[in-house]
């Protein structure tokens, strides 16, 4: 699976953004699909993810209320929508593929990595 991130630039706090990522290759639909950020001089962090079957998902305790995840799966695409941004939120964010079933949250789950789209929040 190579992943594409797209959607990402600078906003003002307070603002909203949204963040796509495109799969290609087959399978996209039994691939649990998430989103990981990284701040500077800071650890790659879980934000959000959405299982490949329910669709149910999970996020961060710093995004919940505030970001919303879906996919498609007929489009191979998978979307993070930040509403509410902070100055905190400023990070390359990264869009991430796992086979595995259950929810999943470390970075070691993962299989396959998009490039990273850079998100800056200013005051």
Avoid at 24 to 40: E, K, L, V
Avoid at 57 to 67: C, H, I, L, N, P
């Amino acid at each position: 699976v190579h992943l594409i991130e797209s959607g990402g630039g600078s906003v003002q706090a307070g603002g909203s953004l949204r963040l796509s990522c495109q799969a290609s290759g087959s399978a996209f639909s039994s691939y649990q699909m998430a989103w990981f950020r990284q701040a500077p001089g800071k650890e790659r962090e879980f934000v959000s993810t959405i299982l490949q079957n329910t669709y149910s998902t999970k996020y961060a305790d710093s995004v919940k209320g505030r970001f919303t995840t879906s996919r498609d799966n007929a489009k191979k695409t998978v979307s993070l929508l930040m509403n509410s941004l902070e100055i905190e939120d400023t990070a390359v964010y990264y869009c991430a593929a796992s086979g595995r079933s259950t929810y999943s949250y470390s970075q070691a789950s993962y299989d396959y990595w998009g490039q990273g789209t850079q998100v800056t929040v200013s005051s």
